[in-house]
């Protein structure tokens, strides 16, 4: 075992002390706007979870473009936070930009009615991903949510079933974890909850099959939701083979299975699905394919569309829970075209991909040469670094991992050094726009980082 360097408290909470006052001296305008905020906004933003961000409030924004973008004070940017995959195709991609102007010039934002960009974007989700049928929402939360209920419609069975330590947006269901003696409890942080998760769910752990035919054996649950990697709690990866045991154990026991690409489309243009040749009924992806237009949607297997498409009664279609008045409108669409047709396109992930390479392999150095006992993670264009000196197999030990003192640091050192991570934990996601130099500039704060840290 090598043998670390271990890390001084009472030295991180010293410079967290200084990264503070750093912060606060450099954004007067932004603390201004703030706190003004707090007289309209809950807590002062307009989203309770910008709360998380790392300076005691939150930067404003003034422009933005490609991997860059400009607070209110003048201080620019790298981006590797990109709205956490929402700007993933670089923020105002000059071709989605062009094709909203267009939109919205003479042809309508929204109507109830389809346009011809529907049925490309229809073909085109076909071709990436695999899957027949394509449904539109506003959101992949709402995608979700419309799967799930056609699920249970389709199988006549109450329960779903998710990863512990999943994300799948704001469904109800998914916020669920499994307490010590395996009961599923809701989720700490779980605001509200209509009903016990337990009713609803079953959970299990990540790469643990055994755990997974267990809960299936039931026999009661209509579908598994899954990302096939985790990534909101950190990236954890599949162990070989374990997609392909979900997929024979779903279908042994008669549970259809949602594949939530809305971060894994990091892996590639097909998203983890494509790259890894996955089997799902049901695929569901968000906010990236729309350039930061609000957008989801979900696609079916030629077998289970056809299903559905005979249960479902036109007469009730718009009181059925599944729907919305602006799902599949055409701006969104509109918006989808262009960024997957002209941005997010194969060259774009054959640089995206490498540049995430030099990122992760930046880190590891930093990592390995200050005897760190920590590791860096990626996922196609997308890595992170955790706290643990092997990667871990589950949610759960990621989570018992997590340090968010220690988290909120490294977020806010790089951040002082105009260098913007993700609140939540410190990912970074890479666009079409973003260059060599925007990496190796994390790559020197993030060391510079380890040096006062470890000293």
């Not at 860059?68 to 995959?85: P, S």
């Not at 085109?124 to 991903?129: A, D, G, I, S, Y």
């Not at 016990?196 to 209509?222: G, Q």
């Amino acid at each position: 075992m090598p043998e670390y360097r271990s890390l001084d408290r009472n030295r991180l909470h010293d410079l967290m002390d200084r990264e503070i006052r750093r912060f606060r001296d450099d954004h007067p305008r932004s603390l201004a706007l703030f706190e003004r905020a707090t007289g309209s906004l809950l807590a002062g933003v307009p989203m309770n979870w910008m709360v998380k961000w790392a300076g005691g409030f939150p930067i404003f924004v003034e422009t933005a473009a490609g991997a860059h973008f400009t607070d209110v004070e003048g201080h620019e940017y790298i981006d590797f936070c990109l709205g956490d995959t929402g700007a993933m195709a670089g923020h105002g991609a000059p071709a989605t930009v062009a094709a909203v102007e267009r939109q919205i010039h003479g042809r309508g934002i929204t109507h109830m009615l389809p346009t011809e960009d529907a049925v490309w974007c229809g073909e085109e989700l076909q071709r990436r991903f695999g899957l027949e049928y394509w449904q539109f929402t506003l959101t992949a939360t709402d995608a979700n949510r419309f799967a799930i209920r056609l699920a249970r419609m389709v199988t006549g069975r109450p329960k779903i079933a998710v990863h512990d330590f999943c994300y799948h947006g704001s469904v109800d269901e998914t916020i669920a974890t499994l307490a010590p003696d395996g009961r599923v409890v809701e989720r700490e942080g779980n605001m509200g909850p209509p009903v016990d998760p337990a009713e609803t769910t079953r959970v299990v752990p990540y790469n643990d099959l055994p755990a997974l035919e267990a809960a299936l054996a039931h026999r009661d649950v209509a579908v598994l939701l899954i990302e096939p990697a985790l990534t909101n709690i950190g990236i954890v990866l599949p162990d070989p083979g374990y997609l392909e045991g979900v997929r024979e154990l779903t279908r042994r026991y008669g549970t259809l299975l949602i594949i939530d690409e809305t971060h894994t489309i990091c892996a590639g243009p097909g998203g983890y699905t494509r790259a890894c040749g996955l089997d799902p009924d049901i695929l569901v992806i968000g906010k990236t394919i729309g350039g930061g237009i609000p957008v989801g949607t979900y696609g079916f297997s030629a077998e289970l569309g056809d299903r559905i498409n005979t249960m479902l009664e036109p007469d009730n279609s718009d009181v059925g829970g599944v729907g919305g008045t602006l799902a599949g409108y055409a701006l969104s669409l509109a918006a989808v075209r262009a960024t997957l047709g002209e941005v997010l396109t194969e060259a774009a992930f054959e640089r995206m991909i490498p540049l995430a390479e030099r990122w992760t392999a930046g880190v590891a150095d930093a990592i390995h040469e200050r005897n760190v006992p920590w590791h860096v993670t990626r996922l196609g264009c997308r890595a992170e670094y955790h706290f643990l000196p092997e990667p871990p197999r589950d949610g759960a030990a990621q989570w018992a991992a997590s340090d968010p003192e220690l988290e909120r640091f490294l977020h806010l050192y790089v951040m002082n050094r105009r260098v913007l991570m993700t609140p939540f934990h410190n990912m970074a996601l890479m666009s079409p726009a973003t260059t060599e130099a925007d990496v190796d500039a994390h790559t020197v704060a993030f060391a510079s980082a380890l040096d006062e840290l470890f000293a």
